[in-house]
């Protein structure tokens, strides 16, 4: 099964999420969680803005954060839809914490969001 499946691509699917969803937030990070009520796949979107830096810098934060969310620990249930913003410290905590320490906020954070979300 392809990967870019497990991604949420479209404006409506965000929309849905940030109105009727779950938010937990962080110095770094802001998540959005929303169970959509089926049995596929947790899927992930990303919003890094240009306050992050530049396009090097903005593809980097999202390479990372799609890795760490892959390897989430435990991951995230099935029929879940997760929004993560990126705020522009994020990309100097990547540069001083690595994308270790990035993973475990994320973790930390969907968990959060998840127990709020649950139906």
């Keep these: 099964m392809s990967r870019r499946r497990h991604r949420i691509s479209r404006s409506g699917d965000f929309d849905a999420v940030y109105r009727k969803g779950t938010s937990s937030a962080g110095r770094h990070l802001v998540v959005y969680t929303f169970a959509r009520g089926d049995d596929e796949p947790a899927r992930l979107g990303l919003s890094v803005s240009r306050r992050v830096g ?16 892959a390897a989430l620990d ?12 990126a705020r522009p410290s994020v990309m100097a905590y990547l540069q001083e914490r690595g994308s270790e320490a990035l993973g475990e906020r994320l973790m930390e954070l969907v ?5 709020n979300a649950a139906p």
């Design 54 to 69: 530049g396009a090097v810098d903005r593809n980097r934060v999202k390479r990372v954060v799609r890795e760490q969310f």
């Design 111 to 115: 968990g959060e969001a998840t127990k």
């Design 74 to 85: 435990p991951a995230p249930p099935d029929g879940i839809d997760v929004i993560v913003i």
